[in-house]
């Protein structure tokens, strides 16, 4: 199977700007009647990128290290709250993050963080411009120049089930009557306490795209056995990670790299699954190697 790189998402933004979108963000989630407690974690991240704020304004206070991961997370929730204000069927999802353990650093399982990744996705793709909608099944629908594709979303926190979420995600494509491709999180495979530190963006969304090309090596099995069916065109595999990168203003930062495995080599699968990786790719420029193709942004 060829490899298709795809580092889609890196933003670095001031503490200040941090603070202002989580206040944002709290607003819509109270206005769309989602439950949002004090002893919440979600509570609990946007507070602390408050106080990150405040600490980097106060020269006599030094943040926390925690309180700095935190922020980042913080950053990455309120973000994709604020891209769906407009957006229908969104509801359930935020309700499952606003009323889960989605601490990012825990390697825990959470409904919550399924959810995230959901609509992470799915920010990510209207960010883009494709147009793109919860639908279950699968998970997510887009509407590409060849048709509705269909996309299930699957996040893993071991190993051992790695076939069957793969097995599942191809039921739910298979059962929307539409192609489409698995996306994979492995944020949860990924150490919790470890920071990626890089001299810049791009050497951090390098070294994350091997981890995830040596993910994908490794359980090449896994992945082989799903390959047949007909209406699954490949796989997109995503691995986020908190990065301290030396050339930004603010130094901790998260680096999201997605990746893309096409099952097939030729005919419509692969024109599809390729169109997709153009339309996230908003140059369209694909570089052809003799195993895989690079897409740059």
């Given at each position: 199977?060829?490899?298709?790189?795809?580092?889609?998402?890196?933003?670095?933004?001031?503490?200040?700007?941090?603070?202002?979108?989580?206040?944002?963000?709290?607003?819509?989630?109270?206005?769309?009647?989602?439950?949002?407690?004090?002893?919440?974690?979600?509570?609990?991240l946007f507070a602390d990128a408050r106080k990150l704020d405040r600490d980097w304004r106060d020269s006599s206070r030094s943040p926390s290290l925690v309180t700095g991961i935190n922020s980042v997370y913080a950053e990455k929730i309120a973000r994709i709250v604020t891209d769906l204000i407009d957006a229908p069927g969104v509801e359930e999802a935020l309700q499952r993050i606003a009323g889960s353990d989605i601490n990012l650093s825990h390697r825990l399982k959470s409904q919550g963080k399924d959810a995230l990744w959901e609509l992470s996705l799915l920010t990510t793709l209207l960010r883009k411009q494709i147009s793109a909608e919860l639908v279950d099944p699968p998970d997510i629908v887009v509407e590409l120049q060849m048709g509705s594709y269909a996309i299930a979303c699957k996040k893993i926190y071991e190993l051992k089930s790695l076939f069957s979420r793969l097995r599942d995600g191809a039921k739910q494509i298979s059962k929307s009557g539409s192609p489409g491709v698995i996306a994979l999180n492995i944020d949860d495979l990924l150490p919790g306490d470890h920071i990626l530190t890089s001299q810049s963006p791009k050497v951090a969304l390098d070294i994350l795209s091997r981890e995830t090309k040596s993910f994908f090596q490794e359980n090449f099995a896994a992945f082989d056995r799903v390959r047949e069916k007909s209406c699954l065109d490949g796989v997109l595999i995503s691995a986020s990670t908190i990065s301290d990168i030396t050339e930004t203003s603010t130094r901790l930062n998260l680096t999201t790299s997605f990746n893309f495995y096409p099952f097939r080599n030729e005919g419509l699968g692969r024109a599809r699954f390729l169109g997709l990786v153009r339309e996230l790719s908003p140059a369209g420029v694909i570089e052809a190697y003799p195993s895989r193709f690079i897409v740059h942004q």
């Open positions: 199977m060829d490899k298709v790189d795809g580092n889609f998402d890196f933003k670095s933004s001031t503490y200040s700007e941090v603070a202002q979108l989580v206040d944002v963000a709290e607003r819509v989630i109270l206005e769309r009647g989602i439950r949002f407690t004090p002893q919440s974690v979600l509570h609990k």
